[in-house]
C-alpha cells in the first residue's frame, strides 16, 4: 500500500506534468527543459507501477496509448453537433450580417471571429472536472467513441483546472504542418504511404483502433464551442465563453478576435487570408458567430445550421493539367459519369489524378477533349472538378482542326455491355444493366456495408472487386453465406483479417430498421429518409407493402421518392434477397410506427416548452416528444434534458440559460426527434 505521502507526491506529480503539458502545447512556453519534464515523468511512472493503485485515468502516464479496440462504440451527442452554412462572396456575407440584424432588430451586430480549422471535430465531456468521453461528430447526432486517442493528445488536459459536473467541450482536432511534414518524412524513410495533407493524417491518426499508434502521431485541438453543461456559470458572449475554456486550460487559438458590422467581418477575412500561409496549421476560411449568446439562442437554428453564424470560405484552388484520356464510371445507381484522368498536379493540399466531369451535357457545354490542358479546381475537401479548358492550348491537327474529336458518351454500358438510357428530363445517362452490371453490383454491395448502412468493417472496395469479379458474391445476401474456406483463398487476404471480416459480417446483423432500409440503396433513399420511414412504419413489412398514398404520409417524401420505393419493393428479386438477409440472419426491433423505445436522442429525456413554436401546437409537440420516448415537464431542472424556446418565452428560458441547459427552437426539437 502507497503511503499518505507518496499518495500526495503522485497527486503533485499528475498536476505539475499537466501543468507543464499546458505549457508547452498549449501556450508553447514551456518553463522546464525535457530532461527536467521526462524525470518528473518517469518518476510517476515508476510510483504509478509499484504501487498500481495509484495510476488513474487522467494521469499523464496513460497517454500512451493502451490495448487496440475492436472497433470504435456509437455514441449519442448530448446536443447534437451541427455545421455550418457557408458563405463564399462578399455578398453572401452582407446578407448574413442584414438576417441578423433584421432578426435582431438592432443596427450593428458585434461578432465573435475565429478561423475555420481544417481538422477534424470532436467533442469531449469532461464530467466533475475529468475528461470521461471523447468522440467524434459522426452525423451530428452519433458519433465514434475515440477516447482512448483523444487520451493521447497532449494539449487536451485530462482534468480540467476546475470541476463542473458537465462540461461538453466541442472544437477541431489537427495536425500542425510541421508536424505533417515530420510525419511524412518518416513515412517515407520507412517506405510507408504518405498522407495527402494534414487534415488526412489527423484523421488517419485519429481513426485508429490501436491508441499506442495515435500516441506516436502529433496531433492537437483547438477549442470553438460547447455543447452540454452543467454548474457552468455561462458568460454573456462567445468571447467570454473562449476566454472561460483557456482559463480551464483548453486551447483556443490566439487569432480569434470581435468585430462590428459585415464591414468588420470582411476586413477580418482579409487580415486571415494574408496570414493563412504563414499560420502553423491549415484552415480554409473563417468563422464568424454572433458574440451576445442570448443573441444566438433568440436567432436558432435552420434544419442542420445555426442562423447566428457562417462558415465565409477561402476560394478554391486552381491548377492547369493537362487531360490524358476520359474515362466513364459506372455508379450504384447505373449513373454515368464522365470523368477526365489528368497529369498528376498538387492544388489545394493534394495531387490530383482524376476529376469528375458531372454528365454528358457538362462535358459537352465546357468543350473536354483529350489532350486539352484544363484548368482544375478543387475546394477543401471536395472532389476535384475541371472548371474550363485553356483554348489557346488545344492540340490542333491543322489550323482549324483539333486534333481530338469531341466527347461522346458511349451508348452502351462500358462495363457490361447493357443499353444506355437517359431520361427526359434528366441529366445524367444510366446503364440499364441494374444489378446485372458488375459495376452497379459492386457499389451496392460497398453502400451495402458502408459505415453508416450496416457497417461491416473490413469490407473494402478492393474486397468487393474480387468477390464480384470471382463470381462468389451476387447480391447482399451472399456475403452473409460466406465462409473461411472461400475469403483465405483471395489475394491479400491472411487468415487474421478473414476471421475479423467473419466477425464483422456478424456483428453487422444486429442493426436497426433504419440502417437496413438504407443499406438497400433504393434510389433517392438517404439516411434521412431511410429514418423517416423506419420511423413512420416501424416494421419492414408495412414499408414493403405501403403504396404511393402510404408513402406519402412520410415526413419529406415526395412523389419521386415514393415512387422510387414502390419500384423497388415492387421487384421480386429485390424482395427475395430481403427475405433471404433475414433467413441469414440480419435482424432488427421493430416498433409500432414511431422509432421504438430507447433508442433516438430524445429518449428518455425530459422536455420543457416554453414561448410560441412557429407551426407547432404545445400539444403536438408534446405527442411528438412522447412518442420518440422523452417526457415533457412543466418546470426546468437540473435534471431536464432539453428546453424547447419558441417566441416571448417566459422565465423558464432565463433558467434554462442559467442552468446551462441545451436549448432548442422548433426546426432543432424537430431534428433530434428525427435522430
Ligand atoms: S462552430 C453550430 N467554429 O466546421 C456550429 N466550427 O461546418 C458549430 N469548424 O464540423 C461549429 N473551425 O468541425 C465552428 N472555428 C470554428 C470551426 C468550426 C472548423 C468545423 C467544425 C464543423 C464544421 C461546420
Not at 226 to 238: F, N, Q, R, T
Not at 297 to 316: D, Q, T
Not at 418 to 436: F, T
Not at 458 to 480: I, R, S, T, W
Request: charged residues 25%; hydrophobic residues 40%; proline residues 5%.
Amino acid at each position: 500500500m502507497a503511503s499518505p505521502a507518496l499518495v500526495e507526491r503522485a497527486a503533485w506529480l499528475r498536476a505539475e506534468i499537466e501543468r507543464h503539458n499546458h505549457l508547452y502545447y498549449g501556450l508553447d512556453a514551456p518553463e522546464i527543459s525535457d530532461a527536467e519534464f521526462d524525470h518528473l515523468f518517469r518518476e510517476l511512472q515508476a510510483l504509478e507501477a509499484q504501487y498500481p493503485e495509484l495510476s488513474s485515468p487522467d494521469s499523464p502516464t496513460q497517454r500512451v496509448g493502451g490495448a487496440p479496440l475492436k472497433n470504435f462504440s456509437q455514441i449519442t451527442h448530448r446536443v447534437p453537433m451541427l455545421s455550418l452554412n457557408n458563405a463564399f462572396e462578399e455578398g453572401e456575407v452582407a446578407a448574413f450580417d442584414k438576417r441578423v440584424r433584421e432578426g435582431l432588430e438592432t443596427e450593428a451586430v458585434d461578432y465573435a471571429v475565429e478561423p475555420k480549422f481544417d481538422g477534424l471535430a470532436i467533442t469531449l465531456s469532461y464530467e466533475q472536472g475529468v475528461l470521461t468521453q471523447a468522440a467524434t461528430r459522426g452525423d451530428g447526432f452519433t458519433g465514434e467513441d475515440v477516447t482512448a486517442n483523444i487520451r493521447t493528445i497532449k494539449a487536451i488536459p485530462l482534468r480540467l483546472a476546475e470541476a463542473p459536473p458537465l462540461l461538453e467541450v466541442r472544437g477541431e482536432v489537427l495536425m500542425l504542418k510541421a508536424d505533417f511534414a515530420e510525419l511524412n518524412r518518416q513515412q517515407r524513410e520507412r517506405g510507408e504511404k504518405e498522407f495527402a495533407n494534414p487534415r488526412n493524417a489527423a484523421a488517419g491518426s485519429l481513426r485508429q483502433l490501436d491508441s499506442r499508434i495515435t500516441a506516436t502521431r502529433r496531433l492537437t485541438f483547438f477549442a470553438y464551442g460547447i455543447g452540454a453543461s452543467e454548474g457552468v456559470a455561462l458568460p454573456a458572449s462567445h468571447a467570454g465563453l473562449m476566454d472561460l475554456l483557456a482559463a480551464l486550460h483548453l486551447p483556443v487559438c490566439r487569432e480569434r478576435a470581435v468585430v462590428r458590422g459585415a464591414e468588420g467581418l470582411l476586413d477580418y477575412y482579409r487580415r486571415i487570408g494574408e496570414q493563412r500561409p504563414m499560420l502553423p496549421y491549415d484552415i480554409d476560411g473563417v468563422v464568424y458567430k454572433v458574440n451576445d449568446l442570448r443573441a444566438q439562442m433568440e436567432l436558432g437554428f435552420v434544419s442542420r445550421a445555426p442562423r447566428f453564424a457562417v462558415a465565409h470560405k477561402f476560394p478554391a484552388e486552381e491548377a492547369l493539367t493537362v487531360v490524358e484520356a476520359i474515362d466513364v464510371q459506372v455508379g450504384r445507381t447505373g449513373a454515368l459519369t464522365p470523368v477526365a484522368r489528368l497529369q498528376p498536379v498538387f492544388v489545394g493540399g493534394v495531387t490530383v489524378t482524376n476529376a469528375t466531369l458531372h454528365n454528358e451535357d457538362e462535358v459537352h457545354r465546357k468543350d473536354v477533349r483529350i489532350g486539352d490542358t484544363v484548368v482544375v479546381r478543387r475546394a477543401g475537401d471536395v472532389i476535384p472538378e475541371v472548371a474550363r479548358v485553356v483554348a489557346e492550348r488545344r492540340p490542333m491537327r491543322d489550323l482549324l482542326t483539333p486534333l481530338h474529336e469531341p466527347f461522346a458518351l458511349p451508348t452502351t454500358c462500358p462495363v457490361c455491355g447493357s443499353h444506355v438510357a437517359r431520361g427526359e428530363d434528366e441529366a445524367v445517362a444510366r446503364c440499364s444493366g441494374g444489378l446485372y452490371c458488375p459495376a452497379q453490383r459492386k457499389q451496392a454491395l460497398l453502400h451495402f456495408a458502408g459505415r453508416r448502412a450496416m457497417d461491416i468493417e473490413g469490407l473494402g472496395d478492393k474486397l468487393v472487386e474480387q468477390l464480384v469479379d470471382l463470381g462468389l458474391v451476387g447480391n447482399p445476401a451472399d456475403l452473409y453465406g460466406l465462409g473461411m474456406d472461400i475469403l483465405v483463398n483471395l489475394e491479400r487476404m491472411a487468415e487474421k483479417s478473414a476471421i475479423n471480416l467473419l466477425e464483422a459480417l456478424d456483428k453487422s446483423k444486429h442493426t436497426t430498421l433504419a440502417r437496413f432500409i438504407f443499406a438497400l440503396g433504393i434510389r433517392n433513399v438517404g439516411e434521412a429518409t431511410a429514418k423517416d420511414l423506419a420511423r413512420h412504419f416501424g416494421a419492414l413489412d408495412r414499408l414493403l407493402v405501403a403504396d404511393t398514398t402510404a408513402l406519402l404520409e412520410v415526413p419529406d417524401v415526395g412523389p419521386v421518392v415514393a415512387q422510387c420505393i414502390v419500384e423497388f419493393c415492387g421487384e421480386a428479386h429485390n424482395r427475395e434477397v430481403i427475405q433471404q438477409l433475414r433467413e441469414r440472419g440480419v435482424n432488427w426491433a421493430e416498433g409500432e410506427g414511431a422509432a421504438p423505445a430507447g433508442s433516438g436522442a430524445a429518449s428518455g429525456k425530459t422536455f420543457v416548452l416554453t414561448g410560441t413554436l412557429p407551426t407547432l401546437a404545445r400539444e403536438d409537440a408534446k405527442a411528438m416528444i412522447e412518442a420518440a420516448g422523452g417526457k415533457v415537464s412543466g418546470s426546468v431542472s437540473k435534471k431536464t434534458g432539453y428546453v424547447v424556446v419558441g417566441a416571448e418565452p417566459g422565465s423558464k428560458y432565463e433558467k434554462a440559460v442559467e442552468l446551462g441547459l441545451p436549448i432548442l427552437d422548433e426546426a432543432g426539437l424537430r431534428e433530434l426527434l428525427n435522430s
